[in-house]
């Protein structure tokens, strides 16, 4: 008799539950054997070696079950998993994540008609219902012990339930799904004709975006050279003493994909540009350390050897942009080698800002290359420890002394934190992420409120610890932006109009609804300005300004036009 557990090993998996309940089994079958197939999780071998493994097999002497364990080391491919499938009389999967809403292994279980036990996670216990399997409790050996035995002695039933198992495993497979697919569209179609939707759709004043200001790209000119983006300007005039940064080229790089998506005349000219600032990033990247360096002199120097995480996590994200969105081949070829380059050296990153700028960027790689093995580990490791880290500092209380955030300040990019949680647990269908990311942007919204109507980011002048006053000024462009595009992500995801509230109300801030009533905006030279004082706006328009405002516009007009388009049906 052969009872099977297979996937990549790790601590969530439960499986020494499985050989706790090894004995009693052997006892009654002697010729019972256990087949654990799969190699270690790349990401848990990396970080613990074979340790995990290593106390499966201690724990099997310890136990007296050493003839009665089979550990299959390396990953199979589907021909020999499935002979492995057709060996085993039992499947079993001890998990012990409640959350897990798919198994791709429980799923070819029971395509294959095996009889399964498993505990009742989600998804175990939606495929296994009706008698399609046998669900035990979560971390219990003896009843582990106790199906195992029962399924052995009655093989009447264990046959009944494979069958079971086998019809609802017939309804699954591509051609049936495909003809489900069919049968959606031909109903849909149908209640088109019956009740066509109308072909204007107008909106009264409060679901209607504030007019956006002209797009204008003059002062984005104006700082760009050859080389790249010049870091900073006096005034509206570009500042070449302080030469040029990773990070700015980074943000130019994602603002021209946005607006080569555009598709007027603007869409060559971002091409022509984003190849410049590519071009940048290409040179910043030093392959000897897998690292970007950031700062780059006006006369063609680099002043270090490598950056901060932060501007590496920028370039990754710029260059996920590229790689997932950019129609030309030659942008998206060169940022798709630069990205397979960079991404290994992030799991290495203690800074939670540069795991959150890998993660958006990694999610826009996936567009184009969904399923690329590297990236799904290193999102998922990155996502898992900014949940971690919020799931540490959060403290629920009433009133002003609740604390929902990452870390026990609030200092600067601050919700591309909770940007990075919602895209996250929304594609790898993570509700604890998803409502992290909601839960902490909901926060830091309301904190920038400060009980008004326009929006206050968190001041660079001290930003705001944990038990004490948050800093008023400065307030900077950055702020606006990340919180821009957190909410627009989270309107897109939930359809709910208080997160296109905020991002507008965000938004305004560039246009004088702020503290000082006054436009950071500049319309003359499309220009933004570089903060908020307590007595005045800064009138420098460096790139970091500029870039906050230009992506910002981006992304309100194109959530609008994403929204109409699906009001329009």
């Known amino acids: ?62 136990r007296g079950v050493e ?5 299959h080391n390396r990953f199979v491919d589907l021909e020999e998993l499935v002979e492995f499938i057709g060996a085993a009389d039992i499947y079993v999967t001890p998990y012990l994540n409640e959350a897990q809403i798919t198994s791709g292994t ?76 069919m049968t959606a569209f031909e109903r849909a179609r149908e209640e088109r004709f019956k009740k066509p ?21 003059d002062h984005l000119r104006r700082l760009t050279d050859d080389t790249g983006i010049l870091q900073h300007a006096t005034f509206s005039v570009p500042n070449y003493d302080e030469g040029y940064t990773t990070d700015d080229n980074a943000r130019a790089l994602v603002l021209t994909v946005l ?40 006369d ?14 920028r370039a990754l994200w710029a260059i996920g942009v590229v790689a997932g969105r950019s129609t030309d081949e030659g942008l998206h070829g060169l940022a798709g080698r630069l990205f397979d380059e960079a991404l290994p050296t992030v799991t290495t990153f203690s800074s939670p800002r540069a795991w959150a700028f890998s993660l ?67 594609w790898l269908e993570r509700i604890p992420m998803v409502e992290a990311g909601l839960e902490s942007l909901e926060w830091l919204m309301n904190v920038q409120r400060v009980g008004t109507d326009h929006f206050v ?31 627009l992500e989270a309107y897109m995801m939930t359809g709910d109009e208080r997160w296109r509230k905020h991002a507008q109300r965000a938004f305004n801030w560039f246009l004088g609804a702020n503290d000082l009533g006054l436009q950071l905006y500049d319309s003359r030279t499309g220009g933004c300005c570089d903060g908020l004082s307590p007595d005045r706006v800064n009138q420098n328009q460096g790139a970091e300004s500029t870039l906050a405002y230009l992506l910002s516009r981006m992304e309100m007009s194109l959530a609008e036009h994403i929204i109409a388009r699906s009001e329009q049906g």
């Open 1 to 62: 008799m052969v009872l099977l557990t297979f996937g990549l090993l790790s601590p969530n998996k439960g499986i020494e539950y499985v050989i706790e309940a090894l004995p009693r089994v052997v006892e009654k079958y002697p010729d019972f054997v256990y087949i654990c197939l799969g190699a270690t999780h790349p990401h848990l071998k990396r970080e613990q070696g074979e340790s995990y493994r290593l106390s499966l097999q201690r724990l099997v002497q310890a």
């Open 67 to 71: 003839a009665h364990v089979v550990f």
């Open 106 to 181: 429980l799923a070819y279980s029971v395509g294959a008609g095996k009889a399964v036990i498993s505990t009742p996670y989600w998804y175990a216990e939606e495929l296994l219902d009706e008698g399609r399997g046998v669900l035990v409790p979560f971390k219990d050996s003896d009843a582990i012990a106790d199906r195992v035995i029962e399924l052995l002695e009655n093989e009447t039933e264990r046959h009944a339930m494979r069958k079971r198992a086998y019809e609802l495993g017939r309804e699954m497979i591509w051609r049936e799904v495909a003809k489900r697919y």
């Open 197 to 217: 939707r109308g072909a204007f759709v107008a909106r009264t004043a409060d679901k209607r975006p504030a007019e956006l200001p002209p797009l204008k790209l």
């Open 259 to 298: 607006l080569d998506g555009l598709g007027d005349k603007t869409a060559s000219e971002a091409r022509r540009l984003a190849s410049r600032y590519l071009a940048f990033l290409f040179h910043a990247f030093n392959p000897d350390i897998g690292r970007f360096r950031n700062f780059f002199s006006y």
């Open 300 to 313: 063609r120097r680099w002043k270090e050897e490598v950056g901060s995480e932060d501007s590496h996590g």
């Open 360 to 426: 958006i960027g990694i999610m826009e790689f996936m567009r184009r290359f969904y399923g690329h093995r590297a990236a799904e580990d290193c999102r998922v490791t990155l996502a898992e420890r900014l949940l971690e880290m919020y799931q540490s500092n959060r403290d629920q209380r009433k009133g002003e002394a609740s604390w929902l955030w990452f870390e026990d300040r609030v200092t600067y990019s601050n919700a591309k934190l909770s940007h990075a949680m919602i895209l996250c647990g929304r």
């Open 457 to 487: 980011p968190i001041g660079s002048n001290g930003f705001f610890r944990r038990g004490r006053e948050r800093a008023r000024f400065d307030q900077q462009p950055i702020e606006a932006h990340a919180s821009i595009s957190a909410c």
